[in-house]
């Protein structure tokens, strides 16, 4: 369970890159399926809803502070295709990136 502990850990810091759960399963020297059920177990969502979540919520951060354009912080936080990331960004937070930038920027302007 610790070396479970410790590849989520790697995942909080390193979260932008392309990580598998058959990489982390490696990392902790078990299984993939046994990984999976373990991280659901102590994390309460999957794999894949955790590294979306965690990515979608530092590209919050990002489109609100930085100023950057899409494409910066969809890469910034792990994607690719920019396309492909509004679409996850939406799906998680009800908004696309753009909408998202304009109503905190309305919110903080008041």
């Known amino acids: 369970m610790a070396s479970i502990e410790e590849t989520i850990l790697?995942?909080?810091?390193?979260?932008?890159?392309n990580l598998t759960l058959e990489m982390l399963a490696g990392k902790a020297n078990v299984s993939p399926s046994y990984y999976s059920r373990m991280f659901k177990t102590?994390?309460?969502v999957s794999f894949s809803d955790y590294m979306t979540n965690l990515r979608i919520n530092r590209a919050k951060?990002?489109?609100?502070?930085?100023?950057?354009?899409l494409r910066e912080v969809a890469q910034s936080v792990g994607y690719n295709d920019e396309f492909y990331f509004s679409k996850m960004f939406k799906k998680v937070v009800g908004l696309s990136p753009s909408?998202?930038?304009?109503?905190?920027?309305r919110q903080d302007n008041s």
Do not use: I, N
């Open 99 to 105: 909408e998202y930038v304009k109503t905190h920027m």
């Open 61 to 69: 951060v990002l489109l609100r502070l930085s100023g950057s354009r």
């Open 42 to 44: 102590l994390k309460g």
């Open 10 to 17: 790697y995942v909080d810091q390193h979260y932008m890159l």
